[in-house]
């Protein structure tokens, strides 16, 4: 009775190991060529008009929109500093020359903030390497400027 319980758990083992080398057999190639379809999708997409058209043209607007809000941040500050030399020293202000200045602190808060914003956007796309490829002489990062 042992050996005939011993036999049916070995015969058990070695059938579970073979429909195990079976199953990989049979489901492996099919993942590999499902990978190999996948990749050549990802290429057809990626290279497909439409979508070479729409990253190349949001790159150069990204592009722009960064340098045209490093110009607008500029224009604040000068804007800012010109108050200071208008108004004189902060400290004798009143509270409608504060207010203003307040405000166009606020907005130069908004402005890097969007900034930073369109900076992180363009640099994540550049790291794609499905997109990068688009980009036409564009630097590859944006590096931020500190104002």
């Not at 049916?8 to 379809?37: E, M, R, S, Y």
């Not at 030399?85 to 402005?111: A, F, S, V």
């Not at 900076?119 to 990062?141: E, G, Q, T, W």
Request: net charge neutral.
């Amino acid at each position: 009775m042992e050996n005939k319980l011993r036999n049916l758990i070995i015969g058990f083992v070695i059938f579970t190991v073979l429909c195990g080398f079976a199953w990989k057999f049979w489901l492996g190639p099919h993942i590999f060529f499902k990978q190999v379809d996948s990749a050549h999708e990802i290429i057809d997409k990626t290279y497909d008009a439409d979508n070479a058209i729409y990253n190349y043209e949001w790159f150069k607007i990204q592009y722009e929109k960064i340098k045209a809000t490093e110009r607008q941040i500029d224009n604040t500050f000068l804007q800012t500093d010109s108050y200071k030399e208008l108004y004189g020293d902060p400290k004798e202000w009143d509270w409608i020359t504060k207010e203003e200045y307040n405000r166009m602190q606020t907005t130069l808060l908004g402005q890097k903030n969007h900034y930073e914003d369109l900076v992180a956007k363009y640099n994540a796309r550049s790291k794609m390497a499905n997109r990068n490829i688009f980009k036409d002489k564009l630097p590859f990062n944006v590096d931020k400027k500190v104002w």
